[in-house]
């Protein structure tokens, strides 16, 4: 049987569920394939550690270089993630002629122009399924299943350690600082969390599915990206009475020529079933003009799920190389000369629905002059709730909007916060569907 020999660049999480994946299942694989996958190298710094599968002799090294260097293996699997060494690794297995499998969602969409590029000059392809969504075949979908399509529009829950985070409070009340404990102990936390918490980590996957599903220019820096830690326990109950759900929603929709892309937090109904994705589970909604909507739903993140995407990417090169065809589905969708440079609407054109929180001293007249203001920028109340708890000495009014403009709630907001009354930033949320 023909053999597809592998290298992988990092025994991490993801690096070790791949190589259980190819040692546990590859007779199975086999079978499905045509040839055998060897996985001929694997490169960490901590060799000896026991990560309960068994190596073949001489395939462990602490040298990365060793592995993309190997003139016998076919195909790179890069989990060591960053933007340093894992982009060296990757130029310089390209410049070898070696195809690349990646989960490194940092890396891709801030360099992912530039390292497409080297690779269509090379007639190598690369792969990067397990960079969004783990184990849901997001990239799959979008690249072969809707290719009929025009996409209008992909709305989602990106990151497992947020939706962990905030389930936990909706669910258990437990608090923020507990809940992000809970979500490194399980391992989907990034090595660094503020990326989860900020909303970088679902921005990073924003931009390649944006990229992907318009044919558009990978761009990161112009996606508007807000993270949950302003989010309170207050705000969460409040939605959770109010018939909602707050979750951090990955959002980018195409129309006239533009992209409003972003990532905020966001009250769902509970019509909407991304308000039922709980826990670390992530989930998309897809619309496209002939599908209309349709549901991805799965594990994010972690060893085994996120490894079974990048396996299933080996197994698309692997069978591109079984059948010597140097026609691969198009790594960003579209025909590389059809990739445009699209440009992104500002958060400021968008118009919503609101819920915003005000931290008010509890002193006569208050409420009419910040309803007088939201009446001076054409903002509508719906409704009005405010508690008689305290915190610090102000009381929360929690209101909710009809439909209004982005810019004029930032106007109105930036004057209410100049009143007397209020004693810290209004939050804000915007609800969805
Ligand atoms: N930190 C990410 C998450 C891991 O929490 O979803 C998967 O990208």
Do not use: W
């Not at 990073?204 to 309170?232: C, R």
């Not at 118009?351 to 509508?380: E, M, T, W």
Request: glycine share 8%; proline share 3%; charged share 20%.
């Amino acid at each position: 049987m023909k053999e597809i020999n592998v290298g992988i660049l990092g025994l991490g999480t993801v690096g070790t569920g791949i190589a259980k994946i190819l040692i546990n299942n590859g007779p199975l694989i086999a079978s499905r394939l045509g040839a055998k996958l060897v996985l001929k190298k694997a490169a960490d710094l901590y060799i000896d550690k026991d990560r309960g599968i068994y190596f073949d002799k001489d395939v462990l090294t602490t040298d990365p270089f060793e592995v993309v260097n190997d003139p016998k293996i076919d195909i790179i699997l890069e989990m060591i993630g960053g933007q340093t060494i894992a982009k060296d690794l990757i130029l310089k297995a390209i410049e070898n002629g070696k195809h690349i499998v990646t989960a490194n969602k940092a890396l891709l969409s801030s360099q992912g122009g530039m390292l497409f590029k080297a690779a269509a000059e090379k007639g190598v392809t690369i792969a990067f399924e397990p960079s969004v969504g783990g184990c849901m075949p997001i990239i799959k979908t979008i690249r072969e299943s809707l290719a009929g399509n025009n996409i209008q529009s992909i709305s989602g829950i990106l990151n497992g350690t947020c939706n962990y985070i905030l389930s936990k409070i909706t669910s258990e009340g437990v608090s923020f600082e507990d809940a992000l404990a809970g979500a490194q102990t399980a391992g989907f936390a990034e090595a660094d969390p503020t990326l989860d918490i900020e909303g970088y980590d679902t921005a990073h996957k924003l931009a390649i599915l944006s990229s992907i599903a318009f044919g558009m220019e990978i761009n990161l820096k112009d996606i508007y990206v807000e993270g949950i830690t302003s989010i309170s326990a207050m705000d969460i109950e409040f939605a959770r009475q109010s018939g909602y759900r707050i979750k951090l929603l990955a959002i980018t929709k195409f129309s006239e020529n533009a992209v409003d892309a972003r990532v905020h937090p966001t009250m769902i109904p509970l019509s909407n079933p991304l308000s039922h994705v709980d826990g670390s589970l992530n989930a998309v909604i897809i619309s496209g003009d002939a599908v209309g909507d349709m549901m991805l739903y799965g594990h994010g993140a972690g060893m085994m799920p996120t490894a079974s995407a990048a396996i299933s990417d080996v197994i698309d090169i692997a069978r591109s190389l079984i059948n010597n065809s140097a026609s691969f589905v198009p790594m960003q969708s579209f025909q590389v000369a059809q990739i445009r440079d699209i440009p992104f609407r500002s958060i400021d054109d968008i118009s919503s629905c609101y819920y915003i929180r005000f931290s008010a001293k509890d002193q006569p007249g208050v409420l009419s002059k910040i309803s007088g203001i939201l009446g001076n920028h054409q903002i509508s109340i719906k409704s009005v709730h405010q508690t008689e708890q305290k915190l610090n000495g102000a009381v929360p009014i929690m209101m909710l909007t009809h439909v209004a403009k982005e810019v004029e709630v930032k106007q109105a907001l930036a004057k209410i916060s100049s009143l007397d009354a209020i004693t810290s930033k209004p939050v804000v949320i915007r609800i969805e569907g």
